[in-house]
């Protein structure tokens, strides 16, 4: 039930919409619970439908009995208890869920809950079905308007951006590539740098120019640079964005004003900095304050320019130190995928290490790609049925990266692709355990690390790929990695493509790049 709860939050990011998750009474419910929270955090519109014992029997002891009734707590939109059915209930069930799918799907997206309560005997009567699907009565239209900001909230912000010679617009998570859109033509229009999280579907596509900023996390664990080049203005949307050094720069310079703009009227700012918060549609207001600021307001301080060089320098300092190295390395996955993915596909990364590569090594690029990942409670539950959902929802080719922890924590969900025919690319780096706790403190106590923390497992993947029909490549170099993803995404079908790293070996990697960066930026004398 965990897996079909994230193959559901898949389908419903790719199509845009609610999608519906039935299930049985009792512990069935229960297992939808990491798919609802990372619904709830993310934004993501489902409907959970869960039959329910009739009310007399509920606390008696009855099998297949737990209490149901706000089991997802706060973390749905709305939620009801329906009464068993009975005749003429229907126009108030028309209601009940006209009610759930406008809660879900509203400007606060997130998981909506009907509990459904049914007596003996549990066969339908498929006559009375008929009749009530052959009624014509529809049910109630729900209409919701996104908050637009007032005239007021446009202009005085305009003018405040406007007059800001430090300014940064950063752009988190966000499925919407009208947003990122938007954010492009606002950074544009006032030349600011727009540090673009790679799921913010503002690094990669026609809208990327030179001021998308994608080495972030790269250039900032510079100190010299990070102190030396403090805003005075941020312009935050999106989810809190991946990267820690980015997180670590707004901390440490908090005389900076941050402004977070949020559609979804929610609460999503970790460094409780912010000094206002617009809950107005980001895309209107993007525009709308976009078509007031004119060039000659923009103040010329070199600004924009300084970060634009780091961009520059640190992206040719990565690519240059992972194009000299023969054999694979978990930093150069996401490099090779930028260039072998065609236009239009979906590149979803897993959490932990992946997400962070990605974040790290994906450069901005021009070639439209849709990235996407399980941000909102940042877990290894579902990431495969994630995928799989993903892929159903027909976003073009569909690759998956993923860690061989995860992978294994949801492998049943694999299952999915067998039933409906589905097409996805899993690439599977496999370092026998938990890499990034290698990068933490905890690393250091070596005598409880491996099993406490390295959890290594010793998994063959290849008899997991022939369970489930999948095509298995195990690729032990460039050449190979490039073959087998090019043949998977040209290929209709399931296929894993497993690279095999050493986790210290991994840890060497990452933290020689590092100084690799800091002196590309003080070649450039940006810092």
């Not at 409907?47 to 973390?75: C, F, K, M, S, W």
């Not at 003018?159 to 430090?166: D, G, N, Q, S, V």
């Not at 060089?309 to 090779?336: K, M």
């Not at 590149?347 to 399980?374: C, H, K, Q, W, Y």
């Amino acid at each position: 039930m965990s897996s079909a709860g994230f193959f559901a939050l898949g389908l419903a990011r790719a199509r845009g919409g609610p999608v519906a998750l039935l299930c049985t009474s009792g512990t069935a419910a229960a297992n939808f619970l990491p798919a609802v929270a990372e619904a709830d955090l993310a934004r993501v519109p489902l409907l959970l439908l869960t039959a329910d014992r009739p009310h007399e029997l509920r606390g008696n002891g009855a099998p297949q009995t737990i209490d149901q009734v706000g089991i997802y707590g706060p973390r749905a939109r709305w939620a009801c208890d329906l009464p068993e059915p009975t005749e003429g209930l229907l126009p108030y069930l028309r209601a009940a869920v006209a009610r759930a799918l406008a809660a879900a799907a509203g400007p606060h997206a997130g998981p909506a809950h009907l509990n459904l309560p049914f007596r003996e005997p549990l066969v339908p009567d498929r006559d009375r079905l008929a009749e009530i699907f052959a009624e014509t009565q529809p049910a109630p239209r729900v209409t919701d308007h996104r908050r637009a900001a007032g005239a007021h909230t446009v202009e005085r912000l305009a003018a405040e951006l406007a007059a800001a010679e430090r300014g940064l617009i950063i752009i988190g998570p966000h499925d919407d590539p009208a947003l990122a859109q938007s954010a492009a033509r606002l950074a544009q229009a006032l030349g600011w740098p727009l540090l673009a999280d790679p799921l913010s579907q503002a690094r990669r596509g026609p809208h990327v120019g030179e001021l998308t900023i994608g080495a972030y996390d790269a250039f900032l664990r510079d100190e010299r640079f990070a102190a030396r080049h403090a805003p005075d203005l941020v312009l935050r949307l999106g989810a809190m964005p991946t990267a820690k050094p980015l997180l670590q720069y707004l901390t440490r310079h908090p005389q900076a004003r941050q402004i977070i703009v949020d559609g979804g009227a929610g609460w999503r700012e970790p460094t409780s900095l912010a000094a206002e918060h617009i809950f107005a549609d980001e895309v209107y207001l993007c525009d709308r304050v976009a078509g007031q600021i004119r060039a000659d307001d923009r103040p010329r301080s070199g600004w924009a320019e300084a970060w634009a060089a780091a961009e520059r320098a640190s992206q040719a300092a990565i690519a240059a130190h992972l194009a000299a190295r023969e054999d694979i390395s978990e930093p150069g996955v996401f490099a090779e995928l930028s260039r072998l993915l065609p236009a239009g596909a979906t590149l979803f990364a897993a959490n932990s290490m992946p997400v962070r590569d990605l974040d790290t090594f994906l450069p901005p690029g021009e070639a439209p790609l849709r990235i996407m990942g399980n941000r909102g409670a940042n877990g290894i539950d579902g990431l495969t049925s994630t995928a799989l959902g993903l892929a159903a929802g027909g976003l073009g080719p569909v690759v998956f990266v993923s860690g061989d922890l995860s992978l294994y924590h949801d492998s049943n969900g694999l299952l999915a692709a067998r039933l409906h025919s589905l097409s996805l690319t899993i690439v599977l780096i496999n370092n026998d355990g938990g890499g990034i706790f290698s990068f933490l403190p905890q690393a250091s106590e070596q005598d409880v690390f491996e099993p406490l923390f390295g959890t290594p497992h010793g998994l063959d993947f290849r008899p997991l790929a022939e369970l489930y029909g999948a095509t298995y490549s195990h690729a032990a170099s460039w050449p190979e990695f490039r073959a087998a993803v090019g043949a998977g995404v040209a290929r209709r079908g399931l296929h894993i493509v497993e690279v095999r790293t050493e986790r210290a070996q991994n840890v060497a990697d990452h933290r020689a790049i590092w100084p690799v960066v800091a002196e590309a930026i003080t070649d450039i004398g940006v810092v």
